[in-house]
């Protein structure tokens, strides 16, 4: 009975040792398995964030080709509106010049059918330039007062066009 005894523990041994291998092996394949399953996720999570990274870049670089085209077209912008301005005091400049060397005169046309302080018609002028109306000059002051406000008037409407164009472009309508 003893050597049975022996047997069966030889038997026994022997399959909780063939049993601990399977064990052993099953757990490694698992391990396997579950390892190949982690590493194909983390590469499909890679790729997606490599892709969600160069989507971005993309969108920053659009909009930095968008910033500089606006920081590029504000400058031409605003070199332009200099440009007009200073056109346009330098013609105010020698206007003004010309009316205080009375190298021209300002003049405006008299109501033709104005009484004059006697009670009479005007009578009409007929060595002027406009025909059936009288002229009369300015005073160079009031001539230069003039010309200052249409001056004033000028860039005005030089500075709106500017301010229409910039918010034309930055709506996007043309």
């Known amino acids: 009975m003893k050597i049975d005894a022996v047997k069966w523990g030889g038997v026994l041994l022997v399959n909780l040792a063939l049993m601990a291998c399977s064990a052993w092996a099953a757990w490694e394949w698992q391990a396997n398995a579950y390892g190949q399953q982690l590493a194909a996720k983390e590469t499909t999570r890679q790729i997606e964030r490599t892709n969600l990274a160069n989507a971005n870049s993309a969108q920053i670089l659009a909009e930095q080709d968008k910033r500089l085209a606006l920081e590029q077209w504000l400058a031409a912008s605003d070199q ?79 500075a709106l066009q500017a301010c229409q164009a910039y918010a034309k472009e930055v709506s996007g309508t043309k």
Do not use: F, P, W
């Open 80 to 158: 332009a509106h200099y440009r007009a301005l200073s056109d346009e005091k330098t013609k105010q400049a020698r206007l003004r010049d010309r009316l205080a060397t009375a190298d021209l005169r300002l003049s405006v046309q008299l109501n033709a059918t104005a009484t004059g302080c006697d009670g009479m018609q005007a009578t009409t002028n007929t060595d002027g330039v406009v025909y059936g109306a009288r002229r009369a000059q300015l005073d160079r002051a009031h001539a230069q007062r003039i010309i200052e406000i249409t001056g004033d008037g000028d860039q005005g409407l030089i």
